[in-house]
C-alpha cells in the first residue's frame, strides 16, 4: 500500500505528523526552547519581581504614579495599587521555578502590553509624569520613547516564551495521539 494513495489512513496520517515534526524541529522555538526557554523566564521574572519590590513597600507612592497617569478612575487607583504588585511578584516568582508557566507567561503579557499602552498615552498626551516603574523615589525619571523600546523588548521575550510554551505542549500533545503501529 501506498502512503500517499490514502488507502492507509494510519501510515498517511503518521507520514504527515513525521513531516511536520520535521518541519516543527527546525524552528528557532524548538531548537534553542533549552536554553532560550529558561534565560528569558529568567530575565523577565526578575524584572518582575525588581519591579513589585518598591511598590510593595511603598504602596502610597505607587498609588501616587499610577494616579499621575489620569487613566484609571479615581475609585480604582487604590486597590490597583495594592493589588498588581503582587500580581507582579507572583507571577515573577512562578515564571522563574516554572510553575504555571503558561498562566504566567500570559499575565505577563497582558501586563507588559497594559503598560506600554499606559505610556504610550500619556507620552502622546503631553503629560510629564514619571515611569513608576522600578524606582518611585526617583521623580526626574520621565517616561521617553526609550521606555517605549524597553517595554516592546520585553513583549517580544514574552511573545517567545509563549509562542514557544505553547507550540511545544501542543506538539508533544499531538505526537503522543499518533496512533502505533
Not at 7 to 33: E, H, W, Y
Not at 75 to 101: D, H, M, S
Not at 135 to 160: E, H, K, P, Q, V
Request: hydrophobic letters at 45%; aromatic letters at 14%; glycine letters at 8%.
Amino acid at each position: 500500500m501506498d502512503g500517499l494513495s490514502g488507502k492507509n489512513p494510519v501510515f498517511r496520517s503518521k507520514k504527515i505528523d513525521c513531516q511536520f515534526g520535521d518541519i516543527m524541529k527546525k524552528t528557532f522555538f524548538l531548537n534553542n526552547a533549552r536554553y532560550l526557554d529558561p534565560l528569558c523566564r529568567w530575565i523577565l521574572g526578575s524584572i518582575f519581581i525588581y519591579a513589585s519590590l518598591d511598590k510593595l513597600f511603598h504602596p502610597a507612592d505607587f498609588a501616587q504614579a499610577v494616579y499621575s497617569y489620569q487613566i484609571l478612575p479615581d475609585i480604582f487607583i487604590n486597590i490597583f495599587a495594592i493589588i498588581l504588585p503582587w500580581i507582579e511578584l507572583t507571577c515573577g516568582v512562578l515564571l522563574i521555578i516554572g510553575f504555571f508557566k503558561k498562566g504566567s507567561i500570559l499575565i505577563i503579557n497582558l501586563l507588559l502590553i497594559t503598560f506600554l499602552v499606559a505610556m504610550t498615552i500619556n507620552l502622546f498626551r503631553g503629560l510629564e509624569t514619571g515611569c513608576g516603574c522600578f524606582d518611585l523615589g526617583n521623580t526626574s525619571d520621565r517616561i521617553n520613547i526609550s521606555y517605549l523600546f524597553r517595554d516592546l523588548l520585553l513583549i517580544g521575550m514574552g511573545a517567545y516564551l509563549y509562542f514557544s510554551n505553547v507550540t511545544s505542549h501542543r506538539w508533544r500533545r499531538d505526537s503522543s495521539k499518533a496512533p502505533s503501529m
